[in-house]
């Protein structure tokens, strides 16, 4: 079991009030000040955008709040608007572009967005995928690991009441199922490969970069993707990756000694139990 969990929320955000209000429909809160309690769990709803978010943590110790584990429910936007229901860290491979800082990755939980997802795609909204997301954008100055739980990808599926229950019942439901953590590299940002891998096997995924971010994966990122994942290995969408990008992150993957595994492997290693 996973120990306290304080889910952050944002009054700038109608997917995130969405989120919160939903979640307050599905226990009897009480009210704590400037947050409300159910079980682990603790609600705080802001004002700032999350992607924002500097000091989080201090700002968390001065309510009394000290978690194992932070949830930003939130939305997700995007270019082609088809409805999502998605999960992924927060970090900056390279340039701050959305919040954060430059070259700085927040402490991912590998097992809680593998719960999250898994929690998603076995109880699924019509009409809406559900994927993993490569990491971007902040807060990054985070050590408490905490993920990102999204409805996307457009204003109508933001204040969608069934999207909101599907993630609030999705975030309640959290478990950590301990599984081995891997580094995902390649593929596009909703990483389908590693999402598939994600959902039919044991193994979760800590912190996962996109081809379109492979560029900019110098040794240094690569370890501390490693070290705030806890991961005990790789996973290379090879195919999606250009072969200059693919040596690279060969290179520093064996700089750092995290080994490579091909999927065949993982399916081998790691099936689920039947």
């Not at 889910?7 to 809160?29: F, Y």
């Not at 069934?162 to 580094?183: N, Q």
């Not at 996109?210 to 969408?237: C, M, N, P, T, W």
Request: hydrophobic share 40%.
């Amino acid at each position: 079991m996973i120990g306290e969990i304080v889910v952050v929320a944002s009054e700038a955000d109608p997917a995130s009030l969405n989120i919160a209000h939903r979640l307050m429909e599905l226990g009897s809160w009480e009210e704590g000040g400037a947050f409300r309690r159910l079980r682990n769990f603790r609600l705080l709803l802001l004002q700032e955008r999350l992607i924002a978010l500097r000091d989080l943590e201090e700002r968390l110790k001065g309510m009394g709040l000290f978690p194992d584990l932070i949830v930003f429910a939130s939305r997700h936007q995007a270019k082609d608007g088809n409805p999502r229901l998605c999960g992924h860290f927060s970090g900056n491979s390279g340039e701050a572009v959305l919040g954060g800082r430059p070259k700085e990755l927040a402490v991912a939980a590998p097992g809680a967005l593998k719960s999250f997802i898994s929690n998603l795609a076995f109880n699924p909204v019509e009409g809406f995928e559900v994927t993993v997301e490569a990491t971007h954008h902040g807060p990054t100055d985070l050590s408490t690991p905490s993920f990102f739980a999204e409805i996307g990808s457009g204003e109508r599926e933001w204040t969608d009441r069934a999207a909101g229950e599907a993630v609030a019942r999705a975030i309640l439901d959290l478990e950590d199922p301990k599984s081995p953590a891997f580094l995902g590299f390649g593929g596009g940002h909703y990483a389908t490969r590693q999402n598939r891998l994600l959902l039919e096997t044991k193994i979760a995924f800590g912190h996962l970069f996109s081809k379109y971010q492979a560029g900019e994966l110098e040794v240094g990122i690569v370890e501390e993707a490693r070290r705030k994942s806890v991961a005990i290995g790789a996973y290379l969408d090879r195919k999606s990756l250009r072969s200059a990008d693919r040596q690279k992150i060969s290179e520093a993957l064996e700089v750092i000694g995290l080994p490579a595994l091909r999927e065949g492997e993982i399916r081998e290693l790691y099936p689920l139990d039947i």
